[in-house]
């Protein structure tokens, strides 16, 4: 691009020359196409079909109307959520590519020796979706209507009670552990990979405690195949708005939940940080995902991005103790 000003004086050219690439310097951004102009990428760091992947599916449709730009999830299962958590990490700080957190994300820094991002420094906060309860559920052939009649048990029969989970280090699995440390009761852990399983061994009599998740209880408790005494969570759950929580029905303090949030890429911009917040906020207030958020019994919680980070730090120092007080460590 060439300019002529014949009537300039030679010093004032000068001037203008250096100037000038600096004022088109300043007005380059300005000219870019709005955030976003091309589609976005939802990693879930889980196999398609799971729960966190169906409402990462609807929370997708609902931010693509929002943003008018497609929001396509993409699979990367594998390491407990590491894999598509560190691809996120690793990716440009734009907010093209997000990853749908979940309660993996904050217990991983206790359970491995090491990770290939930093929890705390590698991420930037975008909105926390949703929180859910799971639900302590127990054989009904066993004579344990309430979680007093389950404790008393525990207490007189030390080991004698086997719970299932669905893999060590999971929210099943952990929930478990904060319920025999608070409660002072021995019950032995069977790890199974997967929920399916676990509910089989279950509904045989293999085991006779579960703390799953409402949507994977929800059939099982209505057709009278599983007995439910309790949910986990602080509050009462909406999928199951009789049944008492755990602090309700004799073991004060227990609180354990199942969460989902989004992250970007730490350092992305926070313009850009805030218009997928308000596509987040706006999608969960649609039918569709107000529709899933009860099928899967969660409690729809979009704050500011301030709160997502300050919850996962206080979910990761908690879980610490537990993990370590358990001695629980993964191998890497």
């Given at each position: 691009m060439f300019f002529s000003f014949p009537h300039l004086t030679r010093r004032s050219s000068r001037i203008l020359a250096v100037l000038l690439p600096a004022v088109l310097a300043l007005a380059a951004p300005l000219a870019r196409a709005e955030f976003p102009d091309r589609p976005l990428t939802l990693v879930v760091p889980f196999a398609p079909g799971g729960g966190t992947d169906n409402t990462a599916r609807t929370l997708a449709q609902g931010m693509s109307v929002n943003l008018d730009k497609a929001v396509v999830v993409e699979n990367r299962a594998g390491g407990g959520t590491i894999i598509g958590t560190n691809y996120v990490a690793h990716s440009k700080p734009d907010g093209y590519t997000m990853v749908m957190a979940t309660f993996a994300h904050a217990v991983?820094?206790?359970?491995?020796?090491?990770?290939p991002y930093d929890t705390d420094k590698a991420f930037e906060p975008v909105a926390l979706i949703a929180r859910s309860a799971n639900v302590l559920v127990v054989n009904p052939k066993l004579p344990f209507h309430s979680v007093k009649d389950l404790l008393a048990y525990a207490k007189a029969n030390p080991g004698k009670l086997n719970y299932g989970s669905t893999g060590v280090g999971t929210s099943a699995h952990l929930a478990g552990e904060l319920l025999k440390d608070l409660a002072g009761i021995s019950m032995t852990h069977v790890a199974y990979k997967g929920a399916a399983p676990a509910v089989t061994d279950l509904l045989s009599g293999q085991i006779q405690v579960m703390l799953i998740t409402a949507a994977s209880a929800t059939s099982y408790v209505k057709s009278g195949q599983l007995r439910a005494l309790a949910v986990t969570s602080v509050q009462r759950s909406p999928a199951f708005p009789d049944l008492p929580t755990l602090a309700e029905a004799g073991v004060p303090g227990y609180q354990a939940e199942?969460?989902?949030?989004?992250?970007?890429?730490?350092?992305?911009?926070?313009?850009?940080?805030?218009?997928?917040?308000?596509?987040?906020?706006?999608?969960?207030k649609t039918d569709a995902f107000q529709k899933q958020a009860a099928i899967e019994g969660l409690t729809v919680d979009v704050g500011e991005p301030r709160q997502l980070s300050d919850y996962v730090s206080a979910e990761e120092k908690r879980w610490r103790q537990v993990i370590q007080d358990a001695k629980i460590q993964l191998l890497d």
């Open positions: 991983n820094p206790a359970l491995h020796s090491s990770l199942s969460w989902t949030g989004v992250f970007v890429a730490a350092g992305t911009p926070q313009p850009v940080v805030m218009r997928l917040h308000d596509a987040i906020a706006a999608a969960v």
